[in-house]
């Protein structure tokens, strides 16, 4: 078992590029969930999918957009890059949406 | 609505001294309680959990007692090693409706 899966690791994009992230689980979750985490700072919600077929925004939705493409797939995408989105994203699933969270590595993301 | 609170850091403790890191929460109804640690470059793993009051979640050395007299789920370990070295998270999940909260972490530093 893989657990959860992203890609890429890591990432360099110019302000106003555009690019998605990718994440997967092989642990027949229906839930997923999108964090961004700051040097220094905890986790912040951007978006979830309760179940496959449904998103919902989090915390911090705003200039990102996700795909729940199927049960095991959830993606992030960026349209226009900004330096403000500069940061750490994980990708974690779980059973149902109360239940603890499993959390892929990481995609460390710097815009310039 | 639901919250942790988590002992602020940068905690610092010398080899096998005993740790205690603080977690209260404000929750209706029953929530479940976690304990997550990040070690540095990866993503969070969960360490322990509890889904009733007086449970006592174990992992690694770390204990954690559910206590709903106090409404806390305070971390501890009788002798920390350098390899603790980390971020701890608590977090709590409450109605089957809900998602899971997350504390704002707690760096952990331990010297040889």
């Known amino acids: 078992n893989a657990g959860v899966t992203q890609t890429p690791k890591f990432q360099v994009l110019k302000t106003g590029q555009s690019m998605t992230l990718q994440c997967a689980q092989d642990?027949?979750?229906?839930?997923m969930y999108w964090y961004r985490q700051d040097p220094g700072m905890g986790l912040r919600l951007i978006y979830y999918?309760?179940?496959?077929?449904?998103?919902d925004k989090g915390e911090v939705p705003n200039g990102y957009n996700v795909s729940r493409l199927n049960k095991r797939e959830f993606s992030l995408r960026l349209e226009s890059a900004a330096p403000s989105q500069t940061s750490v994203y994980f990708c974690a699933s779980s059973r149902d949406s109360y239940y603890e969270q499993y959390f892929g590595p990481g995609t460390r993301l710097t815009v310039t | 609505g639901n919250s942790v609170t988590q002992m602020e850091g940068p905690v610092t403790l010398s080899e096998e001294a005993f740790l205690t890191i603080n977690c209260t929460y404000t929750a209706t109804g029953y929530p479940s309680l976690f304990w997550y640690v990040q070690y540095p470059g990866e993503g969070l793993q969960l360490l322990l959990k509890a889904t009733k009051a007086d449970d006592k979640g174990s992992n690694k050395g770390f204990e954690a007692t559910y206590r709903k007299e106090t409404t806390s789920f305070h971390l501890e370990k009788g002798s920390v090693q350098v390899s603790d070295s980390a971020v701890y998270f608590c977090a709590l999940s409450g109605s089957s409706a809900s998602k899971i909260i997350f504390g704002s972490g707690t760096r952990l530093s331990i010297r040889p």
């Open positions: 642990m027949n979750h229906n839930s």
């Open positions: 999918s309760a179940s496959e077929g449904t998103t």
